[in-house]
C-alpha cells in the first residue's frame, strides 16, 4: 500500500502548525547537543539531531517510518539543554501523531514491543518485565543476543526485589479487561474514520 499522502505545503511547515513553539525549529544549529543527552539515541535510526536536519530537509516519508519516536522515552533533556529553545520532545510527539495516523509505525520495533506489552497487561493487569524481555527480543525480534546483554541488569533487579520472577496477577482484572476492550473498540473506530478521511474524493 502507498502511503504517501498529498499535503498543502512542505514538511516543515506541517510540523510547525501542529507544534506549540514549533517555528524554532528553523533555528538548528545542529549541534548535536539534543542527540549527546538522549539516553535512548543507540536505539534510534535517527538521534534527534538528525531527525531535526530531516524535517528542515523534507524528507518526510523517512522521518515518520523512523523508530525514534517510538524510542522516545519523554525525558525532556534535549529540550531543556537546546540552546536554541527547540522544544524537541514536543516535535517528536507531533511526528509520533502523524506516523499514527498515517500508519507508518508498522516497520519499526513500536507494534511488536507494544503488542507483547500489552499482552501481558491483559493477562496479568500490569507488566511482567521478564515475559516482555523473552516475549520481545527472543520472538518477536529474533535477537537473542540483546537478551543475552541485558542478563547482568535484570539479576541486578531480582536481587533487589525491582522485578518479579513470577508474575502475580491483580485483583478485579475483570473490569481491568473490560476497560481495555472498550479501548480497542474506540481505537477502532478512530481508525476507520482516520482511514475514511485519508481516502481520495472523486467526482468534483
Ligand atoms: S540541541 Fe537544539 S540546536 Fe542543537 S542540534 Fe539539537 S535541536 Fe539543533
Ligand atoms: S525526550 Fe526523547 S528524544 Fe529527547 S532526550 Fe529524552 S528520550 Fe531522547
Known sequence: MAHTTEKKGTFLEEVIEATPDGERLVHCLQCGSCGGSCPSGAEMQYTPRTLIAMINAGDRDAVLAANTMWACVSCYLCTTRCPQN???TDIIYTLKRMSIAEGRYSKTDAPAMAKTFTDFVEMFGRSYEIGLAIGYHAFKRWKPIELMKMGPMGIKML???RMAFIPSKIRQIDQLRAIIKKAKELSAKEQQEAKA????THGH
Open 86 to 88: 527547540i522544544p524537541i
Open 159 to 161: 536481587l533487589r526485589r
Open 197 to 200: 478521511l485519508r481516502q481520495p
